[in-house]
């Protein structure tokens, strides 16, 4: 069965860090791309950047070009998002997703398997 499993999400203050996990079970991760998209209340679901299987990054939002950064460790099967400098406007379920792909495919694309996703909020 595969499945992606997100945790990691919490209230966090601006200007601070999160590091949201994405665990994956009955499949190797290692070998797929890994996206991670958000959706704020009440609006529609932005990606925000994909790892390739080898690494490569690929940023959906240019918002999060250079505050967020994604990662994989291969012996825990997991992926990571790894957000910095959190602003208000961050505040968004967050959702990993992946697919029988190697290279990242663009940010409209959709990915086959999801997780149930991680709230986050960025408030003061």
């Known amino acids: 069965q595969v499945q992606l499993v997100e945790s990691g999400g919490e209230l966090v203050q601006p200007g601070g860090s999160l590091r949201l996990s994405c665990a994956a079970s009955g499949f190797i991760l290692a070998s797929r791309v890994i996206g991670w998209f958000r959706q704020a209340p009440g609006k529609e679901r932005e990606g925000v950047l994909c790892?390739?299987?080898?690494?490569?990054?690929?940023y959906y939002s240019d918002s999060v070009k250079d505050r967020f950064t994604g990662s994989r460790d291969n012996a825990k099967n997991t992926a990571y998002l790894q957000m910095n400098s959190l602003k208000p406007e961050d505040t968004a379920v967050y959702f990993c997703?992946?697919?029988?792909?190697?290279?990242?495919?663009?940010?409209?694309?959709?990915?086959?398997?999801w997780g149930k996703g991680t709230l986050v909020t960025v408030s003061s």
């Open positions: 997703a992946t697919d029988f792909l190697r290279n990242c495919p663009g940010r409209d694309y959709g990915l086959g398997y």
């Open positions: 790892v390739s299987g080898s690494d490569k990054i690929t």
